[in-house]
């Protein structure tokens, strides 16, 4: 008998991947956590049914809401990772050789533990001396925070659950204590084709606490929609001035000087629902 993934995108909307084998399941304290192998996307992890990562995009994803930000700025010393239990935006912070230390919080130790186990192409950063894991709820670990991180990025479930809180304006304000001068932050921010209203209103509330705030995008065809937005955001530094580039020894697959500045080009209709309406 044939097993099949299925994520309901919106109401008669689905996307259906054919599963080859149940890796992991378990219900957490906070979610539904499943690894499967697919014939057609590699390994993937789901969250109450919700696609959070597969091999065949995730580097797409990850290099984008790490890299845009970490190379906007000239030496990023201290970074702070809220959610991104799977390890793939650890992963990327870490390849900055100005990185000293880098702080994952999620509240789930769970999807931390599954990816160790099961997600080998995620996880080589919860090894490295410089990485600090905590389990704990990201609000209440960055409320504490005064002036610590050169880049906080917020590597989220969707606005619903334990996520929800990881949208708020108050969210945005300790983000922005918790930044150094010359600090950015950065978050995924949901489908911008098939729910602009959404994106519209994150970036409201993070127009309000940070002066600078920009919107950019990259295709994750098996998010919502097929293309993600993200928020690129400061106290001044301009998101969209790389700092630094990266060398071929990197081995970035999807970020490059060139990768970036089309990021930040908005279509009309994008920069209408999500800036101007
Ligand atoms: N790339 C993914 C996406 O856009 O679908 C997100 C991946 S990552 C697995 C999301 C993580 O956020 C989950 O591991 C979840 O446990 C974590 N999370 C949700 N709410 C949180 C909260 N309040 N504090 C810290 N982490 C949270």
């Not at 870490?94 to 230390?101: A, G, M, N, Q």
């Amino acid at each position: 008998m044939e097993l099949w993934f299925t994520e309901e995108w919106l109401p008669g909307l689905k996307l259906s991947v054919r599963v080859t084998a149940i890796v992991f399941n378990k219900k957490t304290k906070f979610q539904d956590l499943c690894i499967y192998d697919t014939e057609q996307l590699g390994r993937i992890l789901t969250l109450d049914n919700v696609i959070q990562t597969t091999e065949i995009d995730e580097y797409i994803y990850h290099e984008s809401l790490v890299h845009v930000p970490l190379f906007a700025h000239p030496s990023p010393e201290r970074v702070l990772i809220v959610g991104g239990g799977d390890g793939g935006s650890l992963r990327e912070a870490l390849k900055h050789p100005s990185v000293r230390e880098v702080t994952v919080v999620d509240i789930d130790g769970d999807v931390i533990e599954a990816s160790k186990a099961y997600l080998p192409a995620l996880n080589s950063g919860f090894s490295d001396p410089r990485a600090k894991v905590i389990v704990g709820d990201g609000p209440a670990f960055v409320d504490k925070a005064r002036s610590e991180y050169d880049a906080v990025i917020v590597d989220s479930t969707d606005p619903i659950g334990p996520g929800q809180a990881l949208f708020t304006e108050e969210f945005y304000s300790s983000i922005k204590r918790a930044l150094r001068p010359g600090g950015l932050f950065a978050a995924q921010t949901e489908s911008p084709i098939l729910m602009p209203a959404v994106v519209r209103d994150i970036f409201r509330r993070i127009g309000r606490v940070f002066p600078v705030a920009r919107v950019f995008t990259a295709p994750v065809p098996t998010y919502p929609g097929g293309l993600w937005s993200f928020a690129c955001a400061s106290l001044g530094t301009d998101p969209n001035l790389p700092a630094r580039q990266p060398n071929e020894a990197w081995g970035l697959r999807y970020y490059s000087p060139e990768m970036r500045e089309r990021a930040f080009i908005l279509n009309p209709k994008m920069k209408h629902d999500i800036i101007e309406s």
